[in-house]
């Protein structure tokens, strides 16, 4: 499956196609039409079935997608069917409120480890707290492919060097700056600020 020809936005609609498909397996729904999915992830249903198309062929005309079958193939997709290993660089105010979220692990993700320049034992954040030191070798000898970076933006970009270097290739952004990366390197950069700002444009 060619990856890097589906557009980044189909795979952020797929996480959202996956929370809708959730909640239809709760409620105990075994099949669900194009317009519902679509209408339940707020999209129209053309483009939910064209995100869908870049993966396969799926759905029966007239009876819909079945919820198990479309649910575990974009688990697959996205990496889902096992717990991805994730790991936090800058255990500060916002570093340690993300780690005491336990809400990572039911969505596929197990935050391992956490690194810091100087790293304060902190016992209620139940992982451990390590030294910048010894990411390298933590990252290798674990196969660690994704981290959050919550470190000044001063720090950002050396930080994200090393973390490349040992073979990091997805990287969940808050710093205040542009990361530059390799090409096999992707970067999600949030920022709450710019969400605000664009919130506070709508209530004028
Ligand atoms: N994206 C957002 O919406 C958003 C929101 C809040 C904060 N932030 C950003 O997140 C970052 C952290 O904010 P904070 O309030 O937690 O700051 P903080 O000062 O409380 O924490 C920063 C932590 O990073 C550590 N650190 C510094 N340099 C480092 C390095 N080179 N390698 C490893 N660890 C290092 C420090 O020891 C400290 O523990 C800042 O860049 C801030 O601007 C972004």
Do not use: W
Request: hydrophobic share 45%; aromatic share 6%; proline share 3%.
């Amino acid at each position: 499956m060619a990856r890097i020809d589906i557009p980044r936005k189909s795979i952020y609609r797929l996480s959202i196609y996956q929370r809708c498909l959730g909640k239809l397996r709760e409620n105990d729904v075994d099949t669900v039409s194009s317009e519902a999915l679509a209408k339940a992830a707020g999209v129209k249903s053309t483009q939910l079935r064209k995100d869908l198309a870049y993966f396969g062929q799926f759905g029966t005309r007239g009876l819909g997608y079945s919820v198990d079958v479309l649910s575990n193939t974009i688990a697959e997709v996205l990496g889902q069917n096992h717990l991805q290993p994730v790991i936090l660089v800058g255990v500060g105010n916002l570093g340690s409120a993300l780690l005491r979220y336990g809400g990572f692990r039911k969505e596929g993700f197990d935050v391992v480890a956490a690194f810091d320049i100087a790293p304060r034992g902190q016992a209620a954040l139940k992982i451990p707290i390590l030294n910048l030191t010894e990411m390298t070798r933590f990252i290798r000898e674990n196969q660690v492919k994704m981290a959050i970076l919550t470190v000044p933006a001063s720090g950002a970009q050396a930080v994200t060097n090393q973390m490349v270097e040992s073979g990091i290739q997805a990287i969940l952004n808050f710093s205040p700056t542009v990361l530059d990366v390799p090409e096999h390197v992707v970067v999600n950069s949030v920022d709450l600020a710019v969400e605000l700002e664009n919130l506070s444009y709508f209530i004028r």
